[in-house]
């Protein structure tokens, strides 16, 4: 490793370590424009020089240019280097705006900063300064061109880090622009990180602009909770509210960057219709009357028809204190065992991946982007995901092989193999693989998946489709690749698939590969779930229980059944018929519309908690700010109420684990400072693979990961009628899957405002072959007829999906919630246009 010596303090780095990061290394922070950590070195800005003493380079060059090579002594102070850099300096902003004051960037501004420690104050230069027009560039991003310094930051993350290209760079010389070639919203997912990357102000955050700067604002890390990759964050708090939110550096999961429905997903919390007091049919109350009032009914009913009268429900959008204190709350009770708000299939499918995830296989998003070989099952990254495909591009930019089996229209911003495969045909060919790998050569591996965990007759294409070009060159690549990973979806796939995976995954550890796996999950914290689940109670169990009056009350947390919950009018006659329904939460829902009993509940900005991602890294939110409701809201956008009281206006909202707890030990217990704590070491007596989380000491920012071998336990038991699903029968039938999209879908996110001006109005996807069989075109409105309503939509055929299925994604415009399930079968004649027959 080369040694060398940067002002007066010797340092050894690793081979091909820049200079400017060796000197990072020892404290020692040069300035810089162009450089990024993520971005690498392109020597645009010039402002990195320093002086070469000895060495095979001497003067003054740029430090981002050249690696630390042994016998090198550097000096960053020497004076003919400060004074190159002064200048660099200067140049730069002989055409740069005196605007500091209106700029957003302000306060946080790396020009700003390097001018004022340079010593710049005079311009010397007396012409006039060039100028440029803006850009409208959609309702997330501000473009402030002038304010540019040519560090080519933005092109560089936009096209070649993320994989876009509508933004990029034109002109020559002193006339570059930076922008598209034609006004109109970013296409990229990832183009809010354009503000943070930009060491100006040229491009700002449009949704927080004017709200303060940055020493106004309560900043404290936090954790995306709109997916389930548990990406890092820094939310910026002030006057009662969360104003943005931006990405911080956790090298295991998101790197530097989020993605813009993390970014811009949280108004959920300062929403103006968001619920803070306690309702009693509608109407407010207070706390101790709103709690003795579910006690007492609870009580009631538990006593009447017996404690397994009363369930609980909670999301995997809640914290991990807040799942431990429904699982103890339902212990204590007597209550039935909680449902984890997941749809049937998906909870043995998520069960199954947990169960599957130990400290051999498990690989983060940042390891992911150092494998040679993905292959991704049931998966559509940028919808469901979108930091994944930010992941596996930069694996496919150092030469990995992306191979994706999905039957939808999957756009990813790299090349890619792509085999559209309907979901009851990918665990035939799955098994199929992991067949053909299972060679002479290959040793046995103790309780492998076979062909068998799929019952029924393989698709009739799936030979021919198997002896493809591409799926001999699949398989060749398989062998031939020293550090595979398998991504897999639990959303549209069957049920055996995730055990596939996994099998798969360890069928090429034992081919002495560095293999990983790679899981995708519903929400934020189904991990967390996955792994208190010890029972099979789902909700849709749950609902047929309150159908035949086995269940009288039941208790949401934090939970709207009527968002995610498939069959509307089901859903609706069933609750109807309940003795009491009690709503804890913070989103102005339809299920706390419809409580007998509402209770208001802290969002994870004001409660704070762990929350674990799908990879098992569990990881610790601090609490960002106190709540209560927004200055702007108590003084309607004027001066705020000019009164006095010892309490924060509107923050009647408390933590749900705390409400919970109130509710195990009666509306009149009293509960000590130390009540979290007394949660968590019940959750590690009874789950000592959460041991971790009581560590001594500062919780670790990068997270810690959970084994989930300690205690996830066997595999659950495969629903078959699911598993051996080929898919369609005949020609004339097709089947609907209803999927997740970037924006439009999630249930916090779409709260958002802005993210509601950037998401695309829902359309139906099906292949253009069986677009032209039945005689429809793009743009047709269609109308799905099923037995509980009609659903009219646009359509959009597409090339690349598989043949026989239809694509619907759950939009929040859509009443997709008559479909009963989120697959069904559908007879051509269900399809229709509107006004007319098919």
Not at 332 to 345: E, H, I, S
Not at 612 to 631: D, L, S, Y
């Amino acid at each position: 490793m080369p040694n060398l010596i940067i002002d007066e303090q010797e340092i050894e780095v690793p081979e091909g370590t820049k200079v400017i990061e060796a000197a990072e290394r020892l404290g020692i922070v040069i300035p810089r424009f162009c450089y990024h950590p993520a971005l690498g070195s392109v020597g645009a800005c010039r402002v990195c020089a320093v002086k070469f003493l000895q060495g095979p380079f001497k003067g003054v060059q740029m430090s981002c240019m050249i690696d630390a090579q042994d016998g090198m002594v550097v000096s960053t102070t020497d004076e003919q280097a400060v004074d190159f850099r002064r200048y660099v300096i200067e140049w730069l902003m002989l055409n740069h705006p005196h605007d500091c004051p209106v700029c957003d960037e302000g306060g946080h501004c790396l020009l700003q900063d390097l001018t004022v420690s340079g010593g710049h104050g005079i311009r010397r230069f007396q012409g006039e300064k060039r100028t440029y027009r803006d850009q409208y560039l959609g309702p997330l991003i501000q473009h402030e061109m002038n304010r540019c310094i040519q560090c080519y930051r933005c092109s560089r993350f936009y096209q070649e880090f993320a994989g876009y290209r509508d933004l990029g760079v034109m002109q020559i010389g002193s006339r570059v622009y930076f922008g598209r070639q034609k006004e109109g919203s970013l296409q990229s997912p990832f183009a809010g990180n354009l503000t943070d990357i930009c060491p100006t102000g040229v491009y700002t955050d449009k949704p927080s602009r004017f709200s303060g700067r940055r020493w106004d604002y309560e900043r404290s890390p936090s954790v995306c909770i709109n997916c389930s990759l548990g990406c890092r964050t820094v939310v910026s708090a002030r006057y009662r509210q969360i104003v943005r939110q931006e990405a911080r550096l956790n090298e295991a999961v998101n790197g530097y960057f989020i993605c813009d429905r993390g970014r811009y997903g949280f108004y959920y919390a300062g929403q103006d219709d968001r619920p803070r007091q306690p309702l009693i049919h509608g109407k407010e109350a207070s706390w101790e009357t709103s709690l003795k009032a579910v006690c007492d009914e609870l009580a009631r009913i538990s006593d009447t028809f017996g404690p397994k009268a009363v369930a609980c429900s909670v999301a995997a959008r809640s914290s991990l204190e807040t799942l431990t204190a429904v699982k103890r709350l339902c212990r204590t009770m007597r209550w039935q065992d909680p449902a984890y708000g997941m749809d049937a299939n998906i909870h043995v499918k998520v069960k199954n991946a947990a169960a599957a995830i130990d400290s051999d296989l498990a690989v983060s998003l940042g390891e992911l982007e150092n494998a040679d070989y993905i292959l991704a099952l049931g998966a559509d990254p940028v919808n469901e995901a979108p930091m994944l495909a930010m992941a596996m591009r930069q694996a496919r930019r150092k030469g990995a092989k992306v191979v994706l089996v999905d039957p939808r229209p999957v756009d990813l911003p790299f090349d890619f193999v792509h085999f559209p495969m309907a979901p009851g045909a990918m665990g035939h060919w799955l098994a199929y693989l992991l067949k053909t790998l299972s060679g002479p050569d290959t040793p046995d591996m103790p309780g492998a998946a076979t062909p068998e965990h799929s019952k029924g007759a393989a698709p009739e294409n799936l030979h021919d489709l198997w002896h493809t070009d591409q799926s001999a060159a699949l398989t060749k690549d398989l062998f031939q690749s020293s550090r595979p990973i398998i991504v897999c979806g639990t959303d549209i796939v069957t049920n055996a698939v995730p055990s596939l995976a996994s099998d798969l995954a360890r069928r090429l550890r034992s081919m002495k590969k560095t293999a990983g796996l790679f899981y995708l999950f519903p929400g934020a914290n189904t991990f967390g779930a996955a792994m208190l689940s010890d029972s099979d109670t789902v909700f849709e169990k749950i609902l047929t229980q309150i159908e035949t009056y086995e269940i009288r009350a039941l208790v949401l947390v934090e939970f709207d059944p009527f968002f995610s919950f498939p069959d509307r009018i089901r859903l609706e006659a069933a609750l109807q018929g309940l003795d009491m329904l009690v709503v804890l939460d913070y989103l102005d829902s339809r299920s706390a519309k419809t409580a007998d009993v509402f209770l208001p509940t802290e969002t994870l900005y004001e409660a704070g908690g762990f929350f674990i991602n799908q990879e098992g890294r569990a990881q610790k939110v601090p609490v960002a700010f106190q709540g209560g409701r927004p200055i702007i809201q108590t003084g309607a956008g004027s001066h705020p109420p000019r009164t006095f009281s010892k309490d924060i206006p509107g923050h009647d909202a408390k933590p749900a684990w705390r409400v919970l707890t109130e509710l195990e030990r009666g509306a009149s217990g009293s509960l000590d400072k130390e009540i979290r704590f007394e949660l968590m070491q019940w959750l590690v007596d009874a789950h000592s693979m959460f041991s971790g989380l009581l560590s001594k000491g500062p919780f670790p920012d990068a997270g810690i990961r959970i084994d989930a071998g300690q205690g996830a336990g066997a595999r659950v038991e495969q629903d078959q009628s699911d598993a051996s699903h080929p898919g369609v029968e005949s020609d004339d039938d097709l089947e609907l899957i209803t999927v997740d999209w970037t924006f439009g879908t999630e249930e916090l996110s779409v709260r958002s405002p802005f993210l509601g001006q950037v998401e695309k109005a829902p359309c139906l996807f099906l292949s253009e072959k069986d677009a032209a069989r039945l005689g429809f075109s793009h743009g047709d409105r269609v109308a799905l007829r099923s037995d509980e309503g009609t659903i009219e939509v646009k359509l959009s055929p597409a090339g690349n999906m598989a043949r026989g299925t239809l694509v619907l994604p759950r939009h929040h415009r859509l009443d997709w919630q008559h479909m009963k399930a989120l697959k069904i079968e559908l007879n051509k004649n269900q399809i229709l246009k509107p006004h007319g027959n098919a």
